[in-house]
């Protein structure tokens, strides 16, 4: 089997499903073998992206206004207007809990990181990522979290084991993009993003049992 | 997801919420868009690749969420039915629009200046280890659409070949065919943008 032969075949051997003779000629070929791992690297890393931002407030804004419109909101729950809300509107105290939270690590980051003597080499000093050991290390606080939520409810700890190392490794992405790039407005973005969804993390574990 | 129960607001489960709003409750549907909309919403952006549109789109999928919640019967998960809404949202704009991303077909398929290169002979650096995800945000953002929206509904979203060629009214054997090309397109894509990164320093 040659290079072009067992390249047409790349999906099927993708899925694990190639045969014994193109097998053999992935093993024996650096090139193929490289594309092989590529791809299948590829498809894992997607399916570690997460969901990273918000739609504008216009977006409900539209929603509120299409319904009634239509007609579909009745009028005794007419509680689409957060300002009339009892307690408040939830989710715009946690939007703005999450946006001010996030601000504050954002803000600690950057004072950290214009400490003198502590310049952008020195990953290892950050809030997200104090261990400095792989893009989804857990700092103390990250560990003492964990530590309260496996006390509070261990079969959540796992879940938040896994969501705090994808939040820190998207961070660590977004801080590497950044160091290379200052002037990158969108790794910028995604940085934000990625410290907003943190301190949802701590919001959601701090705030009780689910029951 | 968790097997833990979701909550919308403090001493309000998600299956609570929906029950609500099936009522026609509004302030559980508000519940319900606070925690979905962010899912939802970048399902539209990485679909569409465009911020506008993926606001409309996800406005369009909650309006459709409010008038539909009372046929949802709790066959799978909310979060699933919720996604499927949305995916057909976004495919029916596409089709509304004319544009080739919705049709499979080989003759609508990117023009070959967009396709993956032929990797026979060359050996280079791999990506392994090497790819970051705002890169390889970027890179899917850059897909031409045909072979962006197989990549997001299958590599990110999770869904089968089986389903996607039936939401969008192709073969098996064509959707993955594209997904494969969308791969390699993204492997060009992410070693251009790895090998600029290394230009520069």
Avoid at chain 1, 70 to 91: A, D, H, K, W, Y
Wanted: hydrophobic share 40%; aromatic share 6%; charged share 25%.
């Amino acid at each position: 089997m040659n290079c072009a032969e067992f390249q047409k075949s790349l999906p099927e051997i993708i899925d694990g499903a190639g045969t014994a003779e193109q097998d053999a000629h992935g093993q024996t070929c650096p090139v193929c073998s490289d594309l092989v791992r590529d791809l299948r690297y590829i498809a894992e890393q997607a399916k570690l992206l997460m969901p990273m931002h918000d739609p504008s407030p216009r977006v409900w804004a539209g929603i509120q206004t299409s319904l009634a419109q239509e007609g579909l909101v009745r009028p005794s729950v007419g509680r689409f207007q957060p300002t009339v809300i009892p307690g408040g509107n939830r989710f715009g105290t946690y939007a703005r809990w999450g946006a001010v939270a996030a601000l504050a690590i954002v803000a600690f980051w950057l004072i950290g990181t214009r400490t003198p003597g502590a310049g952008p080499e020195q990953p290892s000093t950050t809030a997200s990522d104090t261990a400095g050991s792989g893009a989804g290390a857990m700092d103390a606080n990250d560990q003492k979290l964990l530590a309260v939520v496996s006390q509070q409810a261990p079969e959540r700890a796992e879940v938040y084991k896994r969501s705090m190392r994808d939040v820190n490794s998207y961070i660590a992405d977004a801080r590497k993009s950044l160091d290379q790039d200052p002037s990158d407005d969108e790794a910028r973005e995604h940085l934000l993003q990625a410290y907003d969804q943190k301190a949802m993390l701590y919001d959601m574990a701090t705030s009780g049992p689910r029951e | 997801m968790t097997q833990a129960k979701k909550l919308v607001a403090p001493g309000l489960s998600e299956a609570e919420a929906i029950q609500r709003a099936q009522r026609g409750d509004a302030e559980a549907f508000e519940g319900l868009y606070g925690l979905h909309k962010r899912r939802v919403y970048s399902l539209c952006l990485r679909m569409t690749g465009n911020t506008a549109e993926a606001e409309d789109l996800t406005q369009e999928a909650f309006l459709q969420l409010y008038r539909k919640i009372a046929t949802f019967r709790g066959e799978s998960a909310f979060s699933t039915w919720l996604h499927r809404l949305a995916v057909n949202v976004v495919l029916m704009h596409l089709r509304k629009k004319g544009l080739p991303e919705v049709s499979l077909e080989e003759t609508l398929e990117p023009q070959q200046e967009d396709g993956p290169k032929k990797d026979i002979g060359a050996r280079d650096n791999v990506l392994a280890g090497s790819i970051d995800r705002v890169n390889l945000e970027r890179a899917i953002e850059s897909l031409p659409p045909g072979y962006r929206i197989i990549f997001v509904l299958h590599d990110i979203e999770g869904y089968e070949h089986n389903e996607i060629a039936e939401m969008m009214g192709c073969s098996i054997g064509n959707s993955k065919s594209q997904l494969h090309k969308a791969r390699m397109k993204l492997r060009d894509l992410l070693k251009l943008s790895k090998a600029e990164k290394a230009a520069r320093h």
